[in-house]
């Protein structure tokens, strides 16, 4: 399974950015996906998840900023970041998981043991 993120730049507070994940060597499956972040200097955090039939799960910090979709059809995950803040800065991961979750299980519980990752995309928002 190869995950490979892009979209990441760097913007103003209050622009907008769309992550994309290519998903390879994986079918179609009801297991969730996900976006994951983290920080300079803190810990790793879920962002959004989402399950095979579009239930969806956000943490409380882009609740109503970004939107978590996904098209099975071309194997891709994405992530609408709107009204985005310098807190938001940050590598964002796209991930997989290998057990299964609901979306708000996979938030708090999707690891690089139990899941599989991509390696990164860096988002920068500046003040």
């Known amino acids: 399974v190869q995950l490979v993120e892009s979209g990441g730049g760097s913007v103003q507070a209050g622009g907008s950015l769309r992550l994309s994940c290519a998903a390879s060597?994986?079918?179609?499956?009801?297991?969730?996906m996900g976006w994951f972040r983290q920080g300079p200097g803190k810990e790793r955090e879920g962002v959004a998840t989402?399950?095979?039939?579009?239930?969806?799960s956000y943490a409380d910090s882009v609740k109503g900023r970004f939107t978590i979709s996904q098209d099975n059809a071309k194997n891709a995950l994405y992530l609408q970041m709107n009204s985005l803040k310098p807190e938001d800065s940050g590598m964002y991961y796209c991930?997989?998981?290998?057990?299964?979750?609901?979306?708000?299980?996979?938030?708090?519980?999707?690891?690089?043991?139990?899941?599989?990752w991509g390696q990164g995309t860096q988002v920068t928002v500046s003040s």
């Open positions: 060597g994986v079918s179609y499956s009801t297991y969730c």
């Open positions: 991930a997989r998981a290998r057990v299964t979750w609901s979306a708000r299980q996979a938030l708090d519980l999707m690891t690089r043991a139990n899941s599989y």
């Open positions: 989402i399950e095979s039939d579009g239930s969806t």
